[in-house]
T-cell receptor, first 115, second 112 residues
């Protein structure tokens, strides 16, 4: 398996624009997580899905942020409208409920810069 | 709720010296504990994990960690570091396979 695939790797956009980040989890994994990493706040869990259903979105900072998982192999994180303070690295991770294996596999991240 | 504290934001060390990166956690229930490593411009990679059983856990790249329930600690150690170990290290806690809670990270700087 190619691992968790995120696109784009880098995104530069202007304030007020809509931004969509994409994630393809590892095949067979039934949990998907979106994290945000900043210097100030470290790694924060934004939202996670189980079997394509959002389970906990308490980490989503504002209504400007939304996430979807239309099927088991694809998820999006959308920011509309974007603001400079949204600049961060966004990671997607996936894991499988399989006996005692609780490892989360991370993608390489999307570095978002809002100017 | 669970939380993780990594007191050292940065640890400088010379090559071939031993290193310990500290991690303390807080939880009212049994937890799983993890150490992840992040190389520059990369995602996080699992170093090792404690789920149950032996309190001494061995991971990749010669790292090991010891789970100490009484001190609520899970410190990461390596007897001899290499330049290539320079990276950011994150301790994380979970009560299951969902919702990893990460510490703020420790930057390990290995110099010759």
């Amino acid at each position: 398996d190619a691992g968790v695939i995120q696109s784009p790797r880098h995104e530069v956009t202007e304030m007020g624009q809509e931004v969509t980040l994409r994630c393809k989890p590892i095949s067979g994994h039934d949990y998907l997580f979106w994290y945000r990493q900043t210097m100030m706040r470290g790694l924060e869990l934004l939202i996670y899905f189980n079997n394509n259903v959002p389970i906990d979105d308490s980490g989503m900072p504002e209504d400007r942020f939304s996430a979807k998982m239309p099927n088991a192999s694809f998820s999006t994180l959308k920011i509309q409208p974007s603001e400079p303070r949204d600049s961060a690295v966004y990671f997607c991770a996936s894991s499988a409920r399989r006996s005692s294996n609780t490892e989360a596999f991370f993608g390489q991240g999307t570095r978002l810069t809002v100017v | 709720a669970q939380s993780v504290t990594q007191l050292d934001s940065q640890v400088p060390v010379f090559e071939e010296a031993p290193v310990e990166l500290r991690c303390n956690y807080s939880s009212s229930v049994s937890v799983y504990l993890f150490w992840y490593v992040q190389y520059p411009n990369q995602g996080l990679q699992l170093l090792l994990k404690y789920l149950s059983g032996s309190t001494l856990v061995k991971g990749i790249n010669g790292f090991e960690a010891e789970f100490n329930k009484s001190q609520t600690s899970f410190h990461l150690r390596k007897p001899s570091v290499h330049i290539s170990d320079t990276a950011e290290y994150f301790c994380a806690v979970s009560t299951g396979f969902q919702k990893l809670v990460f510490g703020t990270g420790t930057r390990l700087l290995v110099s010759p």
